[in-house]
């Protein structure tokens, strides 16, 4: 049974740092797209990062220059640094495997959740 298990959210203050992580129990991780997404209280759920196989990057305009997605797959993990951080973007967030072998093979973590407040 694959599992994806997020960690490292919480309260922040504006201008805070937060490191969320998803440890994934999947065997073969490495040729896995991870991609983080969030979804704030009546809104969409929204694409944050994504981080290939090969380890390239892409990132929501909201948030680029401010949060770091990484993978060590070593560790089965994928990372999201969030630095700067503001009120907009307090949310539940998600971590989202995909399978590059295997397009019906995706995954999702069950949240955490993030909220920026003084």
């Known amino acids: 049974q694959v599992q994806l298990v997020e960690s490292g959210g919480g309260l922040v203050q504006p201008g805070g740092s937060l490191r969320l992580s998803c440890a994934a129990s999947?065997?073969?991780?490495?040729?896995?797209?991870m991609s983080w997404y969030r979804q704030a209280p009546g809104k969409e759920r929204e694409l944050v990062a994504t981080?290939?196989?090969?380890?390239?990057?892409n990132y929501a305009d909201s948030v680029k220059g401010r949060f770091t997605i990484s993978r060590d797959n070593a560790k089965n993990t994928v990372y999201l640094q969030m630095n700067s951080l503001k009120p907009e973007d307090t949310a539940v967030y998600y971590c989202?495997?995909?399978?590059?072998?295997?397009?019906?093979?995706?995954?999702w973590g069950q949240g955490t959740q993030v909220t920026v407040s003084s």
């Open positions: 989202y495997a995909r399978s590059t072998v295997r397009a019906t093979l995706r995954y």
């Open positions: 999947i065997f073969t991780f490495s040729s896995y797209i």
């Open positions: 981080i290939t196989s090969g380890g390239s990057t």
